[in-house]
């Protein structure tokens, strides 16, 4: 089984159109991100969930719009797509204890905005 | 804020040679450190990780050793091979996780040749 799984894999649009990216994870764990990875594959993180509750909320536009129904699901909606925001993003999740054991991810939604 | 700094790459080597990757950090406290690894196409992998400083991390041969003195927790592997080519990302885990995420560095390409 997956621990964490994102859908879909690949996504091309075309600007100005809304889409939405799916996360979950069968951990257990409490808290889930979102990162932005772009096209020097530099790691930018976005929005994080802690059972249901908006924790992180870095500077990113407001087009973007994170919800979180319960622990096990975060997604990710974006409106009004630009081109800039083609990138890979990565959901990502932990556990109580990732102090020392880390992080767990997605494998990625590839988005291309045309 | 926290920030890992690592060497830019790409990193070009023969198989069998010996890997380094450098890796610094600066953050409060005593961080968890951790490496990740990006196969082609695919997402985060944890290769290893060292939660308090002298800690040595290891992993498919990989090692690296958690140097408080220094800031430091450099990637090593003895022999690489073809299959070890990929992007490695140092990251970092404040000791206070409530509202903060995993701080990457700008990630390491390795290409090994035959």
């Known amino acids: 089984d997956t621990a964490v799984s994102q859908t879909p894999k690949y996504l091309v649009t075309q600007m100005g159109n809304d889409k939405s990216i799916k996360c979950e994870q069968n951990l257990g764990h409490d808290t889930m991100y979102w990162y932005k990875q772009d096209s020097k594959k530099f790691l930018k993180i976005m929005f994080s969930y802690n059972n249901k509750e908006l924790i992180i909320n870095e500077t990113v536009p407001n087009r973007f719009s994170p919800k979180s129904p319960d622990k096990a699901h975060l997604n990710l909606h974006i409106n009004s797509l630009e081109l800039g925001d083609s990138a890979v993003y990565f959901c990502a999740s932990r556990g109580t204890f990732a102090f020392n054991y880390g992080y767990t991810f997605g494998s990625g939604t590839r988005l291309t905005v045309v | 804020g926290d920030s890992v700094t690592q060497m830019e790459g790409p990193v070009t080597l023969s198989e069998e040679a010996f890997l380094t990757i450098n890796c610094t950090y600066t953050a409060t406290g005593y961080p968890s450190l951790f490496w990740y690894v990006q196969y082609p196409g695919e997402g985060l992998q944890l290769l290893l990780k060292a939660t308090k400083a002298d800690d040595k991390g290891s992993n498919k041969g990989f090692e690296a050793t958690y140097r408080k003195e220094t800031t430091s927790f450099h990637l090593e592997k003895g022999s690489v091979q073809v299959s070890d080519s990929a992007v490695y990302f140092c990251?970092?885990?404040?000791?206070?996780?409530?509202?903060?995420?995993?701080?990457f560095g700008s990630g390491t390409r390795l290409q090994v040749q035959p």
């Open positions: 990251a970092l885990s404040p000791m206070d996780t409530g509202r903060r995420a995993l701080t």
